[in-house]
Structure formats: C-alpha cells, structure tokens
C-alpha cells in the first residue's frame, strides 16, 4: 500500500516537472492538427503578450526577444535557406524590429504559419507582430482585431497562366471563363477572385490551398489551368521555377490593391510606434543616402538635422518611446536601409521598384518626418 | 422494526460528517459544483479575453454573407456563413458515409483473406495491412492527392461530348444512374415492396419450419420486392397521390398558433417523464411490494423528473425554440410535398454518360455523369484504405476467437469452406468485431477532417476559412465540437443498437 503511494507520487512528479519546462524551437503552424493549439494561450515558452493590461511594448522588451509570425513558403518575403534560416523582405523587418528594440537584428524567435492560421497566432499572442505579406483591410483593422503598421509593400493580385494556353501579359480577365482557379485559403485573394469573376458573369471554380506549393505543383500538372495571388508572390515563383519560362502574368493592371504591411494585436499603441517609426526610419535613410555601410560616417558627421535625431543625437526621440537612442542606427547597421533589403531580396526576382519607390522618385513611399 | 439494520434508530446513526448517505451526495454535488465553476471561470477568461482585444462573441456571422467561394458541394456559392458551414458538413457526410461502406467491404475481404489457405492471397493481405496501418494517414491522403493531380492526364478537347470513363487530374467519371423527380414515388413503392417482401419472407420461412420442405424464402422474398419495384416503375404517378398528405400535414402544422404548439410539447414533455418514473417503478415492483429505493434509484427519478419539469419550461417560456422547430417540421413536409405530384410521369432513374465541355478556353469535365475531383479521390481511397487495414486485423481477430470446434464439426458434416465462412464462423465471430469496428467507423469520420491538406472543402476547411476571414474563430470552433459530438454519438449509438441485440442473452 505504501509502496504504491510512492510509485503513484514519483510518476506525478515526473509528470508535473516535464510539463513544467520551456521546450520551445521553431514550430511551423500548418495544417489543422496544429492549428487547435493556437488559439489556448501557449503553455510553457510565449507570454500571453499585452492583453491582461499593459502594453505589448513591456511584454516584448521584458521578454529580451521578439517573436515574429513569418511566411516559409514564399522565396523573396519569407522562406529559408539551405541552413534553415528565415531569410526575405517581410523577416527583414522583424529584425529590424529586433534591431530597434534590442540592438541584436538576431534576437527573433520566427514562427512559420499558414494564412488561415497568422491571424489567430497574433490574437492570442503567440506572435507579437505579423510580418508575411499581410494586406491591410478594412475588416482585418477592425473585425479581427489588428492595427497594420505603414505598407512596406504595395502589390496588386493578378494571374498567372501558362503561354501555351493562348495567355500573355496582355490578356483580360475575362479570359479565365470556364477554368479551374487555385489559391491560398484564408486570403483577400480568393474573395477578390470570386468577387470580380461574379461582376463580370464568370464561371470558375476555386480551389483553395493551405500550402502555395501545392497550388504552384498543381498548376504545373495541369489540374489547375490558372493561380491567382499577390503579383509579387507570382513574380518570384516564376523567376525561381524550372518551368518558369511559359508562364504568363497578367492583367497588367491588377485586379484589386493589395498593400502588404506588419501587423499586430490592436490597443498596443506603444508597441505600434515603434514598429511604424522603424519602418519610417527605413525610407527616411534611403531619402537621405544613409546606407549599412557609411551609417558610421554619417553618424559622426550628420548631414542634417533630421540624420542627426535618427541616428540618436540631439533632439532624439527614440528614449520617450521607450526604446534605446541608437534604435534606428542599429536598424540600419545590423539590417540596411529600405533600398538594400529590397535590393537584396527582391530585385534578384525581377520585381522593379514601380509603386515601391519614394515618392521623390514617383513611387508611393512618403516616410513621415523626424522631428 | 428495529431488524433492519440498514436504518438503524436515532441514537444508533453516525454524525453527519461519518455518515456515509450525507458524504456520498456531498461528494457528488462537490464535484458538479467544482465542473461547473471551472466551466464559468473559463467562459468569463475567454469572454474578458476578447473585449480586451475589441472583439465581440456573437453569432452573426452565420446569416451574413461570407465572400467565399468553394470548390465542390451543395452551395458552391454561399449566401451566408451557415451555408458555408452546411457545405462543408455535407462534404463531409459524403466521405464519411461511402468511406464507411467501402472500408467494410474492403476490410472484411482483407481480413478474410489474411486467413486464407492459399498462400499468395494470405501474403498480399499481410503486405498490405502491415505497409498501410504503419504509414501516417495524412501522408497517405496526400500521396493519393498527388498521384491523382500529377499522374494521371489532362483531359484534352479531343475527348469533346459523352465518354464512358474520365480519368484526368481534374477529377474522375463515371457513368451513373441519377434520381429525377418522379424518383420519391417510386421509392413509395420500393418502400411497400421491402414491407411485403419481409412478410413473404417470414411467411415461408414459418412454413419451412412446419413442413420441412423447401420453400426457398430468400428467393421468394428477393421476387415479392423486384416485382414491386418493376410495377412501381410504371405505376409511380398513382403515389404521387401522397402529396396531399404532406400538403396536409404541412397546412396543420402552420395553422396551429406557436402557443398550442408550446402546450402540445410542454405536456409531451411532461408526460414523458411521468410515463419513464411509472414504468421505472412498475420494473422494481415484485409480488412482494416495492423494493426499496437505492439511491441511485432515486438520482435517476429525480433526473427524469428534473428533465421532463425542464422540457415543459423550456417549450413553455421559449417561444422562440418552438417556433424554429415548427418551422424545421414545416420545412421537412413542405419539401416531400414537392416530391410528390399526382399523376406526374417520367422515368425514376436517369442514365447518364459523363462529358467533357469546353465553356472558356479549357476543357472541364461536365456536370452529367458522376464525378470524384482528385481532393475527394485523395481523402476517401486514403481513409478508405487506411480504415479497411484496422477492420482487417478486427475482422481476423474476431474469427480466430471462434472456437475451432465450430470449424471442425462444420467441415466434419461436409460443408465447404465458404458455406463454413458464411452461415457458422462469421455469424458467431460478428459480435465479438463490432464494438471494435464501431471504433474504427467513428476514426474515419474524425479523419476526414486530414482533407484540410487537400483544399477538400469539409467542414474543417472551409469552417477554418470562415473564422479567418470573419475573426470569429471560437464560435467556428464551438460549431466543430458540436458538429464532431453529434456525428460520433449518432454512429455510435447505432452501432450500441446491434451490439445490445447481438449480446448473449444469459440465464
């Protein structure tokens, strides 16, 4: 009997002290089977960041690290190298994000999840900002409980369909009447797709994926005659496929805007600054020629004012928001400015700088001033 | 009076705190106290949670209109999130139910056949089994995803109009006989012909037993019910007549206020429970008087009386559940009274050849004919096969648990193997496999939810896509629960049914 009892309070031990530990590594959140752990606050590891009162801002810096909701699936924004590193635009500014509020570009947990599972993953603070090619709507600002940070992307959906078909670059939408359409589920994407295809009296069907990679396998083999996503994500698969060559964007005007931008858990405005003021501080450095490698220079000789208060001289306004003066200079440093990482991730995929330029340079991008 | 010593006198009872009546019921009301405060702790958690994060809980969602468009099923173009939803539920039934049927059939043949003499056809079984119970399902539904978008061909112009058999990686065809809408009346008749066929069969079979002869009820049977069904054929437009029932019924059941409805069901109700608590009384009732009530007995007439006092609230002061189930009532007659129509004609079944159609610029396979697309080829051979492994192995350890005996008197009176199989070893090992093929039915129908990694629209799916594209993922996962619970218990107690019809009546 008392032997008994000892087993039973050892094997509870037991229990009670693997339950207890922090095992936690990179997990990718995929399919279903994950995704009902998700939305449980996380046991052991993550903080249930910012929403028992506080601002998320506490929560990340407490915590020493910051955990980033990425893409792995799209080459260019968020996949991984042959090491297993996270590596592309949107992973750039988690750790620029990094950089700002930690001076270490690398202290970034990534956590890879599917479309249908990124939103659940901020809402129940799992991750602390959203960065994978997210486009900020409407519903998404309000319904799902998001703030979206500045654009860093601004894309457009479109097609993609094979030449040999009879498609090219100039083809209309109406041409995919009567075809078998693929997607991601869970995406502005396929309500686009059928929205427009219904206003024009079309008749597709869609078939949504969780995984683009199926989808791009199936357009390959046929059973899909025509994918559809950002024009981005198209541009890089097409510039890093085999098959490549016969494939076809089109319209050339997109049909619907897709601004793509980090994301976070609203009512974190504190938390919200500093991700919109890094990415400012990104275009602001490429407005004013301050680039990884003469940031030094320009640090010991500003060349104006506003150089000066970015790169934490006088008249910063880095420490009142809580994160250390030299934030942005670490930024650019540790990750470059807007122009290199572009360059560095997207440019090799043939994506030009069209709307993604500054607004000097007849783009879109009109950083706020630093003052 | 004082020789019983169960109630012993007053003088003689325990404390309160040793007395062993009080701590049992303590302990229970403890304990449902202890559930249910965890259970409202949890609701308030979960409800601060989201008004921290500006969310609302609300079920609005199901009547506004979702955006989404789905691949395959009943509405492919949903009006409202419960159409989604309703979609992706019969979607799901789709796989569950021919999964089910094919995983039997296939697994009964595995498993008979891992028990076969003959060599090869007991290794191929083996082979089988052991590759497919030890591979992950949804590595297995993928693969047969794959191999049916990425191997098998385009479908090509050259194949314009009625094929007898599409294989391509849009999907697969097959030629089927499609109900129309004379089909109801004809079922009336088919319906009558398993009545009349059951009674022929009891009829000869009784004769059998009393004169020994041969009167082949089997055969006798299976005719009564062809020919009804060849005359129903012809003379279905006279069932038609029925409609005016269900028009009847439906015009009743409108024209009664909600309140005599309420009453109606608050009485039922009531009357229930009373009738339950009488015949539980009248079943503990001997020659001798009552027995004495346990206190379980007593648990379960207070539950009886607690529900049937519940349901009379419930219909009375809820005028709101009445009315949706009078309208649920409704809408069932008012949908077989569109089935029926006196005197309307036309063949019941329709035979038809699938096609290829070219609407846009690719060729599709057209709407005649009945056609698998590769995601519901991928889940139900997958589940289908995966599922028959494990009925296999049930279905070969419940025939190996027959006793030899049986086997050797049945081969000693000169049966052949498969007359042994059919009408001694199988009948006897069928109760021992059921429970544990029950279990198997209710994996499949959790497994088809794996179609998620297939772009499968089942309720999983699209209920995944609902929520992120709605916000409203707790309500998305309450409905799943829900849905999960009543597809298991109903499977569940359908297989309980034959399992307490198949027990060993003991003396």
Request: aromatic share 10%.
């Amino acid at each position: 009997m008392k032997k008994r009892f000892m087993i039973t309070l050892s094997v509870l031990a037991l229990v009670l002290a693997a339950c207890g530990t922090e095992a936690e590594e990179t997990t990718t959140t995929t399919a279903a089977p994950d995704a009902t752990t998700e939305t449980t606050a996380p046991e052991g590891g993550g903080d249930t960041g910012g929403q028992t009162g506080g601002d998320l801002l506490d929560t990340v810096l407490a915590r020493g690290e910051l955990n980033c909701g990425a893409n792995e699936t799209l080459p260019g924004f968020g996949s991984k190298d042959e090491a297993g590193n996270f590596v592309g635009f949107d992973v750039d500014l988690c750790r620029a994000l990094a950089a700002a509020l930690f001076g270490d570009a690398d202290a970034v947990r990534y956590e890879a999840l599917t479309a249908a599972a990124r939103f659940e993953a901020v809402n129940s603070g799992l991750v602390d900002i959203l960065s994978r090619n997210t486009t900020w709507t409407q519903s998404r600002d309000t319904e799902l409980g998001l703030d979206f940070g500045p654009t860093t992307y601004y894309d457009g959906q479109q097609m993609m369909g094979r030449s040999s078909d009879g498609f090219s670059s100039g083809s209309a939408l109406s041409e995919i009447d009567g075809a078998v359409v693929c997607t991601n589920a869970g995406t502005t994407t396929e309500l686009n797709i059928s929205e427009a295809a219904n206003a024009l009296g079309l008749s597709i069907t869609l078939n949504t994926f969780e995984d683009f990679n199926i989808v791009t396998e199936n357009f390959k083999s046929g059973a899909c005659d025509v994918v559809t996503t950002d024009g981005s994500s198209l541009v890089s698969r097409k510039a890093t496929d085999p098959d490549g060559g016969d494939w076809v964007i089109f319209p050339s005007v997109p049909i619907s805007k897709e601004p793509l931008g980090p994301a976070w858990a609203q009512n974190n405005s504190r938390f919200g600054d500093v991700v919109t003021w890094t990415v400012f501080a990104m275009q602001i450095a490429e407005e004013q020629g301050v680039t990884s490698a003469n940031v030094d220079d320009m640090l010991a000789n500003p060349p104006n004012g506003e150089v000066a208060r970015m790169l934490g001289g006088e008249g910063e306004v880095q420490s009142a928001m809580g994160i250390p003066a030299d934030a942005f200079y670490q930024v650019i440093l540790q990750v470059g400015n807007y122009a290199e990482v572009f360059d560095r991730h997207l440019t090799p995929l043939g994506l030009e700088r069209g709307l993604n330029a500054l607004f000097a340079d007849g783009g879109l991008l009109y950083p706020m001033p630093i003052r | 009076m004082s020789t019983d010593l169960r109630t012993p006198r007053a003088e003689q009872r325990p404390p309160l705190w040793r007395n062993a009546t009080f701590l049992k019921w303590a302990a229970q009301l403890l304990v449902l106290a202890g559930l249910v405060g965890l259970a409202v702790i949890l609701g308030l958690q979960a409800s601060g949670n989201l008004a921290a994060q500006g969310r609302t809980f609300g079920w609005g969602f199901l009547s506004r209109p979702a955006g989404i468009q789905i691949g395959e099923g009943i509405f492919t173009f949903p009006a409202n999130g419960f159409q989604v939803l309703q979609t992706g539920a019969v979607n799901m039934l789709r796989i569950t139910v021919s999964g089910i049927i094919a995983a039997t059939v296939l697994g009964v043949v595995v498993g008979v056949s891992r028990l076969s003499a003959n060599w090869l056809l007991n290794r191929i079984a083996t082979v089988y089994i052991e590759i497919i119970r030890n591979i992950p399902l949804l590595v297995q539904i993928v693969f047969w995803f794959f191999v049916a978008t990425l191997t098998f061909p385009n479908v090509t112009v050259d194949q314009e109009g009625a094929q007898w058999l599409i294989v391509s990686n849009k999907g697969v065809s097959i030629p089927w006989l499609f109900p129309t809408d004379t089909f109801w009346q004809w079922a009336v008749f088919a319906v009558g012909g398993l009545i009349a066929a059951r009674s022929v069969y009891k009829q000869r079979v009784r004769r059998l037993e009393e004169t020994g002869s041969d009167t082949y009820p089997g055969r006798y049977a299976f005719l009564t019910f062809v020919g009804f069904v060849i005359v129903g054929w012809f003379a279905h437009p006279i069932a038609g007549a029925l409609g005016w029932v269900w028009q009847l019924l439906a015009a009743i059941v409108s024209t009664v206020p909600a309140l005599g409805w309420q009453l109606l069901l608050a009485a039922v109700s009531v009357y229930l429970g009373i009738r339950w608590i009488r015949r539980f009384l009248d079943s503990l009732r001997s020659p001798a008087g009552l027995a004495k009530l346990t206190d379980d007995d007593w648990f379960r007439i207070g539950l009886a009386a607690a529900l049937g006092l519940l349901g009379a609230f419930v219909f009375l002061f809820l005028p709101s559940i009445t009315a949706s189930l009078a309208d649920l009532v409704e809408f069932v007659l008012r949908f077989f009274d569109q089935k029926f129509d006196f005197l309307r004609t036309g063949n019941p079944l329709r035979f038809a050849r699938p096609d290829v159609v070219l609407p846009g610029r690719f060729p599709q396979i057209g709407t005649s004919g009945m056609t698998m697309t590769p995601a519901f080829f991928g889940v139900w051979i997958g589940v289908t096969l995966y599922t028959a492994a494990f009925i296999g192995e049930v279905v070969r350890g419940g025939v190996l648990a027959v006793p030899k005996g049986q086997t050797e008197a049945g081969l000693a009176l000169g049966l052949r193997r498969s007359q042994l199989l059919r009408m001694i070893i199988l009948p006897q090992a069928f109760r021992i496999i059921l429970p544990p093929i029950g279990n198997q039915y209710l994996n499949l129908a959790k497994n088809t939810s794996l179609g998620i990694a297939v772009a499968y629209p089942e309720i999983v799916a699209v209920g995944f896509t609902l929520a992120n594209q709605t916000g409203q993922a707790m309500q998305t996962f309450l409905i799943w629960i829900v849905f999960y619970l009543i597809i298991s218990l109903g499977l569940s107690s359908v297989v309980n049914y034959y399992n307490r019809r198949l027990a060993l009546v003991e003396r």
